[in-house]
């Protein structure tokens, strides 16, 4: 059985920073693309930065030039750090993961409250 377990929420100032992971725990698996998703009350959740295993990475237009992706392969993990947040950031966030265990599946944390507020 796999799991994804997510750290690092929090409440920050507008302006400040933050670092979420989320590490992928387990055995006999592989893991795929990895990811960050956030929600907030009433609209749909949306994706922030996902990595392919070969590091590729694509993020939102809003989080673009203040958050930044990165992937350690070898701890399963993947770390989102924020910077210069400001209230719109404010949400739910998830960590997914796409996880071969007998076929390809999707896996998701569950999920790390962030908020910015003065």
């Known amino acids: 059985q796999v799991q994804l377990v997510e750290s690092g929420g929090g409440l920050v100032q507008p302006g400040g920073s933050l670092r979420l992971s989320c590490a992928a725990s387990?055995?006999?698996?592989?893991?795929?693309?990895m990811g960050w998703y956030r929600q907030v009350p009433g609209k749909q959740r949306e994706m922030v930065a996902s990595?392919?295993?070969?590091?590729?990475?694509n993020y939102a237009d809003s989080v673009k030039g203040r958050f930044t992706l990165s992937r350690d392969n070898a701890k399963n993990t993947v770390y989102l750090q924020m910077n210069n947040l400001n209230s719109e950031d404010t949400a739910v966030y998830y960590c997914?993961?796409?996880?071969?265990?007998?076929?390809?599946?999707?896996?998701w944390g569950q999920g790390t409250q962030v908020t910015v507020s003065s």
């Open positions: 997914k993961a796409v996880i071969r265990i007998f076929r390809r599946a999707d896996y």
């Open positions: 387990g055995s006999g698996f592989r893991l795929y693309d």
């Open positions: 990595t392919t295993s070969d590091g590729g990475t």
